[in-house]
């Protein structure tokens, strides 16, 4: 974003706009308005540009995709929504530092297939512009580390679309973990377990995004959508953080069967060897000794009634949400030693992001949570707040990917995560 933009909003909003609400008014009356580009206007992409067109005060300049199908299907909502034509770029897989060089774009929306989001966002945020990308954030640890330089070396705002953080229930754990429910951690176990078998092949049996990665990738390579949420309700990076890992992952079974049944056992789709076993755990310990176990599944044939699944375990209080119910127990307050809906608690402790946009929140996708990602990258962009997911965190949620693969190699050897913070988690 220009200087002068932020100068402007920053003078109008004035220490007050540090209030809740004033910011998030900032974005619809009568500020300049933020000018966002994407890069890749796929499904995911899609989906958040609309979120993002339904604040008045963003403009869409361009737009960047391969696909020029998806590339004009995206530029037509721009312009029934603005009435503007955005620029779209589709000359192969690096015209986005094409666009990136445009100084009308203050934001960039990174929603490309996951292993580029890395390597895009450190572009971007070297272009000058401000950062929002899709999960995970990177897939090695250099561009983890490249993730943390560029955003410092910037001074833009990057910021993870992680919207499993902004669930109604999960924020509303976060607020009573933050009250002290749970009194200190010891543990928690989360997963990812999403049956996305069918996602790895294009219908015409050429491997998606998704397929490519199965084939190229061992560990958990999806790691953020449940590690977010605990991470946060933990204190990760604001007075802990991962130190060290252990991963142990099952053979490859059921997406080469898959393959074999939907393409014919004798296809050449049944004939690849994809690297990413069905099932995997990772355990990660922080410095304070808490114990996080991880579970990524993206294979195995099971019907899922969430594709995420949390418990919390402190001292002084459990939680668990198995993706069917959401139960507590705290000690000195549940009646019996037995669990009690978290109903009650969800009310008691919501938080104040869901008390002040939960209506519009709802319209959105993902139970809502999808309009606080847009909401929350706006807000820190245009109220120059510090982004609610830095790279920092980024970085340490997505190193998951490249130290359990690296465990797993190691047959289950620990590998140490590195601070991203630099120091600074001992706040
Ligand atoms: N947070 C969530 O709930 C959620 C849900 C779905 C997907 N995602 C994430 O969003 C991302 C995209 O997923 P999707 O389901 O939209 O996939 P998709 O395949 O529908 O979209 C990806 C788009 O990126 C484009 N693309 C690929 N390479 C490109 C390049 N070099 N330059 C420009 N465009 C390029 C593709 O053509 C495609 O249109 C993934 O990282 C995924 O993890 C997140």
Redesign the pocket.
């Known amino acids: 974003m220009p200087d002068s933009l932020n100068r402007r909003d920053f003078l109008r909003v004035g220490a007050a706009g540090l209030a809740a609400g004033l910011a998030a008014d900032a974005l619809t009356q009568d500020a300049a308005p933020l000018r966002l580009a994407v ?9 958040l540009l609309q979120v993002a067109l339904s604040f008045g005060n963003v403009a869409v300049p361009a737009l ?4 020029e199908g ?2 004009n299907r995206a530029i037509g909502i721009v312009r029934n929504a603005r009435g503007n034509e955005p620029v779209g ?2 000359a ?5 530092r094409r666009m990136l060089q445009r100084d009308d774009i203050d934001a960039v929306l990174v ?4 292993q ?2 890395g390597r ?1 966002c450190i572009d971007s945020l070297g272009a000058g512009k401000h950062t929002l990308s ?3 954030a990177a897939v090695t640890l250099d561009e983890c580390w490249g993730l943390v330089r560029a955003e410092k070396e910037s001074g833009k705002v990057y910021m993870l ?4 953080c902004y669930y109604q229930q999960n924020m509303a754990v976060l607020n009573a973990a933050q009250a002290g429910v749970f009194g200190d951690f010891t543990y928690a176990e989360c997963g990812y377990v999403h049956d996305c078998r069918s ?1 790895a092949f294009h219908g015409d049996g050429t491997l ?3 397929g490519e990665l199965g084939r190229d990738y061992t560990g958990n390579v ?1 790691p953020t ?1 449940s590690l977010g949420p605990v991470a946060q309700w933990l204190g990760i990076n604001r007075g802990d953080r991962f130190v060290s890992l252990v991963a142990s992952a099952t053979p490859q079974r059921s997406l080469e069967r898959y393959a074999a049944q939907r393409f014919g056992a004798d296809s050449p789709q049944a004939k690849i060897r994809f690297a990413l076993g069905d099932s995997s755990t990772t355990l990660i310990r922080t410095a304070k000794g808490a114990v996080i176990d991880l579970r990524f599944d993206m294979y195995s044939a099971r019907p899922h009634p969430s594709t995420t699944y949390f418990t919390l375990q402190g001292v002084t209080a459990s939680y668990q949400d198995t993706g069917r119910q959401h139960e507590i127990w705290v000690e000195g307050r549940t009646p019996k030693y037995e669990w009690e809906p978290f109903a009650p608690y969800a009310t008691e402790y919501e938080h104040a992001l869901w008390k002040e946009h939960g209506q519009e929140a709802a319209q959105s ?2 139970g809502g ?2 309009y606080f ?1 847009i909401q929350q990258f706006i807000e820190a962009v245009v109220a120059g707040r510090p982004s609610p997911i830095p790279a920092a965190d980024a970085a340490a949620w997505s190193s998951i990917i490249p130290l359990s693969a690296a465990s797993i190699r190691a047959g289950g050897a620990p590998q140490e995560v590195p601070d991203f913070t630099e120091g600074k988690w001992r706040a």
């Open positions: 890069i890749g206007t796929g499904g995911r992409g899609t989906g960047c995709d391969i696909n998806n590339l770029y589709s192969g897989p690096v015209d986005y929603a490309t297939p996951m580029l989001h895009m899709e999960v995970a679309s992680e919207n499993c996602l998606t995004w998704r999806y959508h996708g993902h949570a999808d990602v």
